[in-house]
């Protein structure tokens, strides 16, 4: 039997409509229901810390949703500490993620997330590290 998709769409950024239009089309061609629409617009990504992302985490706790979905992962988490953290905690709650942009799909795999999240926080420290220089 397969599991029915409980959605959480997440949203981290200034132009919300947009993205939840993109994010809600996914839901509805991969089959999710959504459960809930959670926005910490204009919030620093810098961390998992942010109000709206902590009521989704309780929500997967209570069982109210089992799938995170965003528009890419760095709208949730910007280090390979925060990914471990993450992926640990949707693993012990039977969850998972979905991004709608990043070429890969890390629902099921810890070691492709890994990989991505490195690269992810690479480019970011060099981005960051350009913009302090001048």
Same mark, same amino acid.
């Given at each position: 039997?397969?599991?029915?998709? /409980?959605?959480?769409?997440?949203?981290?950024? $200034?132009?919300? /409509?947009?993205?939840?239009?993109? /994010?809600?089309?996914?839901?509805? $061609?991969?089959?999710?229901?959504?459960?809930?629409?959670?926005?910490?617009?204009? =919030? @620093?990504? *810098?961390?998992?810390?942010?109000?709206?992302?902590?009521? /989704?985490?309780?929500? =997967?706790?209570?069982?109210?949703?089992?799938? =995170?979905?965003?528009?890419?992962?760095?709208?949730?988490?910007? @280090?390979?500490?925060?990914?471990?953290?993450?992926?640990?905690?949707?693993?012990?709650?039977?969850?998972?993620?979905?991004?709608?942009?990043?070429?890969?799909?890390?629902?099921? @795999? *810890?070691?492709?997330?890994?990989?991505?999240?490195?690269?992810?926080?690479?480019?970011?420290?060099? $981005?960051?590290?350009?913009?302090?220089?001048?």
């Amino acid at each position: 039997m397969k599991k029915e998709k /409980l959605a959480g769409i997440y949203i981290n950024v $200034s132009d919300s /409509l947009q993205q939840l239009e993109s /994010l809600e089309a996914l839901c509805k $061609s991969k089959g999710y229901e959504i459960y809930d629409i959670y926005e910490d617009a204009g =919030i @620093n990504g *810098k961390d998992t810390k942010k109000p709206e992302l902590q009521r /989704l985490l309780a929500d =997967i706790v209570a069982k109210k949703v089992n799938m =995170i979905v965003a528009l890419k992962s760095d709208r949730i988490i910007r @280090n390979v500490y925060d990914l471990e953290s993450i992926m640990t905690f949707l693993e012990e709650h039977d969850a998972c993620i979905d991004f709608a942009n990043d070429d890969v799909n890390i629902t099921n @795999n *810890k070691l492709v997330s890994k990989i991505l999240m490195s690269i992810t926080h690479y480019e970011f420290e060099k $981005s960051h590290e350009k913009r302090r220089l001048g």
